[in-house]
């Protein structure tokens, strides 16, 4: 589904070149919950940007269903990201001056899809990670962990076939935590395949395979 | 999708009062005072009551004479002689009319005295002017034949003469320097800058007090050309010119021989300013009175565009949810166009209150006579045009410069 080859990340400015990625090969294949895992600032989340098209390798092939995006327009590569990748990020990323319901509507608004179909869509997703009685409330009215499920259901509200979650429990305690892990768990099992980046060895243990970064190499 | 973005703006508003009272304070204070402006402008060389036929009428006001040196120079109103031999005789133009310039005399009610002023006219001057009969008629050819002692006052006249009963004055007679003419017609009265045409009681040219039967070209009158159509301007004018050639020269007054007629039949504006400035101001007028409107509106704008692009960058994050789920550049640049006229709306909006309401009172002030300054909608849209112009410039640079910004750059700015 997701294919890396020999990817290397370099970060240049006028007086330091710092090599974030070197020669990292990874294949996700289609309903694949895959743990990235490494010390910080080993490259987990410059690996799971470059996944995700949010960033752009130095060097290296990205294959998305067996096609190559190095040459895609910003446009094209703006379509894809809807199309095929959800986002969950640590810091959850909601847009504070819109309702949950808003929030979770983003990624159709980019679609040629109705308004009725886009808000049935938001509520379904909403119900899927047990808010539905938070719709209409903004985020900061939320605690982190309600956050969060908000940020899942904006990331599954398009059906995408892929999530990239960066440390999505990092701001969580353990038991809110251990929720949200089990929702992503959740649409794992419904087909979803899911890379998640996180610190914690016990949820990396939970999905089907651990790729180990060390100084933005690629250990295991 | 627009409902969407409408609400992030409205949010966005009420998010920072602060920058926001700058921004709505900047954009409807920049209309506001444009939309005065010009409707102060529109008020003065405009064609309004009880001057509607003012564009597609020609002026003759002033008339120089210079010695050949053009160091000796003369210059003031046309005669009615002039007007006769000179202008009445023109072949094009569907009517002229002569009046003389306003001039003060003074009237006495119950022992109080009071200054009016006063303006005589010929018959054509009810017809070229628009002015609107409330009682009676205008002067004809049969009283200007008799030499009757006639008068049409303003309605404004008619309160301070006469008891305010809803009884008719025709008939009444009003004292004025001493002679006594008897009322044939009110009129509403014109505002004050309207000056070619404004009087508070207009009487027959043929009273002696107009000086009319005065010789030489130059006098106390001004001619108003009603053209059929403005298409026909440079003939009238080309008339106009050949007639004043005709005219023998040098003509001597005092020990100067003047040799050197000028004169000219000119649209209302250029009148005004070709006496202000005794030269043709053409173009260069309009252009510095543009130029002056450019920099009145440019200066807020420039102010417009620093608070968006600081609005627009303390969005970061929100810029980068939105690409990382698959808004395209043009997409986002969109959403901040359509905030921008939102926001440019609602300026405008706050803008129309702000004049109307001053357009109301200035009106009521009597700062200027019987002013009639209204809200000039087509000015109002090109304003808002203009103004929304600037709005969507200073919303899609910055909306364009955190398009180049990539995703993960965007997000990391919190």
Known sequence: MITLNNIEKVYQTSTIETLALNNINIDIKKGEFVSIMGPSGCGKSTLLNIMGLLDEPTKGDILIDQKHVEQYTDKALASLRNQKIGFIFQSFHLINDLSVLDNVEIPLLYRNSSAQFRREAAREALEKVGLSNRMKHFPNQLSGGQKQRVAIARAIVGKPDIILADEPTGNLDSAMGNEILNILLQLNAEGCTIVMVTHDESMAKKTHRLIRLFDGTQVY | ?414
């Open chain 2, 1 to 414: 999708m627009l409902l969407n973005y409408i609400k992030i703006a409205w949010k966005v508003l009420l998010r920072h009062p602060f920058y926001t009272f700058i921004t709505l304070f900047g954009i409807s204070i920049t209309l506001t005072v444009l939309m005065m402006i010009t409707s102060f402008l529109d008020h003065l060389v405009g064609s309004h009551y009880p001057e509607q036929n003012r564009d597609k009428s020609l002026y003759i006001m002033n008339l120089f004479l210079e010695d050949s040196a053009r160091t000796s120079q003369m210059g003031g109103p046309i005669s009615y002689d002039f007007y006769k031999k000179y202008i009445e005789t023109l072949k094009t133009p569907k009517r002229t009319s002569v009046s003389s310039m306003i001039t003060s005399a003074n009237s006495y009610i119950n022992g109080k005295r009071i200054k009016v002023s006063t303006k005589y006219c010929d018959t054509n001057f009810w017809e070229i002017t628009n002015y609107e009969f409330l009682e009676g008629k205008p002067f004809n050819q049969t009283n200007i034949a008799n030499g009757d002692h006639v008068v049409v006052i303003t309605d404004a006249m008619r309160e301070q003469f006469f008891d305010s009963s809803s009884e008719s004055v025709i008939g009444k007679m009003v004292e004025v320097d001493n002679e006594k003419y008897k009322v044939i017609g009110v009129v509403k009265a014109g505002p004050v800058t309207r000056i070619l045409t404004f009087s508070d009681m207009f009487f027959p040219y043929n009273l002696p007090k107009s000086n009319y039967q005065r010789t030489g070209l130059q006098g106390t009158f001004v001619a108003i050309i009603e053209a059929n159509s403005s298409s026909d301007f440079p003939e009238i004018k080309s008339e106009f010119d050949n007639n004043v050639s005709k005219i023998p020269v040098p003509i001597n007054i005092g020990n100067t021989k003047y040799t050197i007629i000028d004169t000219h039949a000119q649209t209302y504006t250029d009148t005004m300013l070709y006496g202000v400035f005794h030269q043709e101001i053409g173009n260069k007028f309009y252009i510095v009175v543009g130029l002056v409107l450019l920099m009145l509106m440019g200066l807020p704008a420039i102010n417009l565009v620093n608070l968006n692009v600081s609005r627009i960058l303390e969005r970061a994050s929100e810029i980068g949810v939105r690409k990382a789920f698959g808004a395209p550049t043009r997409t986002l640049a969109f959403q901040f166009i359509v905030e921008n006229i939102f926001i440019t709306f609602i300026g405008g909006a706050i803008a129309l209150i702000i004049t109307s309401v001053g357009i109301y009172l200035f009106n009521r002030s009597g700062l200027i006579l019987y002013s009639d300054l209204t809200i000039n909608l087509p000015v109002f849209g090109v304003s808002l045009l203009v103004c929304l112009v600037f709005g969507l410039l200073s919303g899609v640079a910055p909306a364009f410069r955190m398009a180049k910004m990539k995703v993960i750059d965007a997000l990391k700015r919190q």
